[in-house]
């Protein structure tokens, strides 16, 4: 059975860093990309960084500069580096694997609150 833990949030001041780490257990193969997405209250869901299969990434505009995904395959891991931090990153981060076939697997959610 696959399971998917975050770790890594928590309470920051604008300016400040958190590092998220996604810890897949079980098998997930023919995986298309892994990333983190986020929901704040009152806005929809939305993808802040996304690593493709090949190795290949994709920001939100609003993170490009600040937040930088990767990976670690031997620990079937993903990390969300998080500089510069601003109150707007407010929000729960999601980690998630796509498959190819079109098979979704997330996390439970890390909570991330910025202030000023």
């Known amino acids: 059975q696959v399971q998917l833990v975050e770790s890594g949030g928590g309470l920051e001041q604008a300016g400040g860093s958190l590092r998220l780490s996604c810890v897949a257990s079980g098998s997930i193969r023919n995986i298309k990309s892994r990333g983190w997405y986020r929901q704040a209250p009152g806005k929809q869901r939305e993808s802040v960084a996304v690593?493709?299969?090949?190795?290949?990434?994709n920001y939100a505009d609003s993170v490009k500069g600040r937040f930088t995904i990767s990976r670690d395959n031997a620990k079937n891991t993903v990390y969300l580096q998080m500089n510069g931090l601003k109150p707007e990153d407010t929000a729960v981060y999601f980690c998630?694997?796509?498959?190819?076939?079109?098979?979704?697997?997330w996390g439970q959610g890390t909570q991330v609150t910025v202030s000023n």
């Open positions: 998630a694997w796509i498959s190819w076939s079109g098979s979704n697997y």
């Open positions: 690593i493709i299969s090949s190795g290949g990434t």
